[in-house]
């Protein structure tokens, strides 16, 4: 057995042993995705009272568990890794297992694991204008299934990249490998459906959302969805628009599951700080009766807070990510999350360096030892300027102080 391949089992091991003890121990696949039509008679003054916190006096139910990753790009550099590789001798299938080789065991314990798929899986298309355009070839989407992915969030700012042909190329293509989707379709209306997916009799509910303020915003109103055009679901720039939106899409959708989880992408590229909006847009989700909020984009990953018993992970940052070959922050974390009901949703953050150039390129793999412990205090760090930290966090806070982003 060579070096690298030892080093890509003995990682994945690892991660196995990283798992929390909560976590199934072996998750069974659900091939029935439902995304239900809106009532005919929603009364929206229904759930305007803001919900209150889980009653602990309840006797805990049933169990629902989720690993989540954050932006996860099967193109660019990862695609010519990919070809490189091949080309030296590598075999597919086990190039198509290697990139998630470093987390999977660890995820693996999860009943479903989620990502946010930011590239089109397309070999056709127009080319929009635009600052970077991602796209992979549709074969690529075998990583998300060798990584036992079974969600994907496509709300974000390159799934159109490639136009109209280049959403829906990404569907059909997660369609045909049994990987549900949600957050970008045919037109608005598409995209802004929920993805509702069944476990251990449990409904979980997705929204997913792609929306920047204009001092953040670098891309032109073309990205979006619209009555007419493919696209992520979002509104350009109208924070006001936007919110009236979000608020009507998860008033609609709390009723009709146990757990409902909005997916947004947002923020500014490039650095760690939480912006007033999001984290009023996250408690107002959490109000109106979302059990825990999720966030991407600014490819580093920010702070996590606990806001009414429910947790918000503002950024994800990288994961299986083919932006970039060597990036001045490799820190990373995957997120484990247990909903339950009569009970608060837990968390727990899995640090992870996200890529190791060129000896585990785009090979995201959980930390240890000391760096683990590094890892978790500098997301702690990160956290300092948001209100309730996780609790996994608040061992790590003991002098810290808030710095400029660096």
Request: include cysteine; proline fraction near 6%; charged fraction near 25%.
């Amino acid at each position: 057995m060579n070096r690298r391949r030892f080093l890509g089992r003995a990682s994945a091991a690892f991660a196995a042993l990283t798992a929390p003890r909560w976590l199934h121990a072996a998750a069974l696949r659900d091939s029935m995705v439902s995304i239900p039509a809106p009532p005919a008679s929603f009364d929206s003054l229904r759930y305007q009272v803001p919900r209150t916190p889980a009653d602990t006096t309840t006797v805990a139910g049933p169990a629902l568990t989720l690993a989540v990753g954050g932006d996860t790009t099967l193109a660019y550099n990862l695609q010519d890794h990919f070809d490189a590789q091949l080309a030296a001798g590598r075999s597919r299938d086990e190039l198509v297992a290697y990139y998630f080789a470093g987390v999977r065991a660890g995820m693996a314990a999860a009943d479903l694991r989620l990502v946010n798929l930011e590239c089109a899986l397309t070999e056709r298309g127009k080319k929009v204008k635009k600052n970077f355009n991602f796209r992979g070839r549709p074969e690529l989407v075998d990583i998300l299934r060798a990584g036992g992915v079974d969600a994907v969030s496509c709300a974000n700012n390159h799934a159109r990249d490639y136009g109209d042909r280049g959403v829906k190329d990404t569907i059909e293509t997660l369609d045909k490998a049994g990987i549900a989707h949600f957050g970008s379709g045919k037109n608005l209306e598409a995209a802004r459906k929920p993805l509702i997916l069944e476990r251990n009799g449990l409904k979980i509910g997705f929204l997913g959302y792609y929306f920047q303020i204009a001092e953040d915003m670098i891309e032109p109103d073309e990205v979006y969805a619209t009555k007419h055009h493919a696209g992520p679901a979002g509104v350009y720039e109208d924070l006001d628009a936007f919110r009236a939106m979000l608020e009507a899409d998860v008033q609609e959708l709390v009723p009709q599951v146990d757990f409902a989880v909005p997916f947004f992408h947002w923020g500014k590229e490039g650095v760690t700080e939480v912006r007033p909006y999001q984290i009023d847009l996250a408690h107002r989700c959490i109000d109106l009766g979302c059990r825990a909020v999720l966030g991407s984009h600014p490819h580093r990953f920010h702070g996590v807070e606990l806001y009414r018993d429910a947790p918000i992970v503002y950024s994800l940052g990288n994961f299986v990510y083919g932006g970039i070959k060597e990036p001045k922050d490799l820190l990373s974390a995957y997120v484990n999350l247990r909903f339950t009901k009569g009970a608060p949703t837990a968390c727990e953050l899995v640090p992870v360096q996200f890529t190791r150039w060129p000896d585990a390129a785009f090979q995201p793999a959980a930390l240890a030892g000391a760096e683990r412990e590094d890892a978790l205090r500098e997301i702690a760090r990160r956290s300092l300027a948001l209100a309730v930290p996780l609790p996994q966090l608040q061992p790590y806070l003991a002098g810290q102080q808030l710095v400029p982003d660096r």
